[in-house]
């Protein structure tokens, strides 16, 4: 039961922050509420790339975390017993670094990060 709300929850927010990311790279003028606000209003061409890169890297997460819950590709079952751990620290991470931002905006996403970091730490265990 708690791996199968972990998964959901998991696959929830990380599809807010996917479309956010999305966002940023076609051109929404989210910039002040991602990079430390570095680039407030729209991206340039050089952070839209990484900002798609970023969707791409966050949906492979989703795969390793499907995986790793034994609902989906269970041809990588046993790169997401390693995979997900990656995962914990990359999201433990992620919450340090929402939190200490000089952006005020873009600490919203550390409530995000660090639920996302204790729905993998829940489905490493599990």
Not at 75 to 95: D, K, N, P, R
Not at 103 to 118: D, N, T, Y
Request: charged share 10%.
């Amino acid at each position: 039961m708690i791996e199968t709300v972990s998964l959901f929850l998991f696959t929830a927010l990380t599809s807010i922050v996917i479309l956010f990311q999305l966002g940023l790279a076609v051109g929404l003028p989210w910039g002040v509420a991602s990079m430390g606000g570095k680039y407030p209003g729209i991206y340039p061409p050089k952070m839209r790339f990484v900002a798609l890169v970023n969707a791409l890297i966050l949906s492979g997460m989703m795969v390793i975390a499907w995986a790793r819950a034994g609902r989906a590709f269970p041809e990588i079952y046993s790169l997401s017993l390693v995979g997900i751990w990656v995962m914990v620290v990359f999201f433990g991470i992620a919450t340090l670094m929402n939190t200490i931002t000089p952006s005020k905006i873009e600490r919203i996403w550390a409530p995000v990060a660090f639920c996302q970091f204790v729905t993998c730490l829940l489905l490493a265990l599990n």
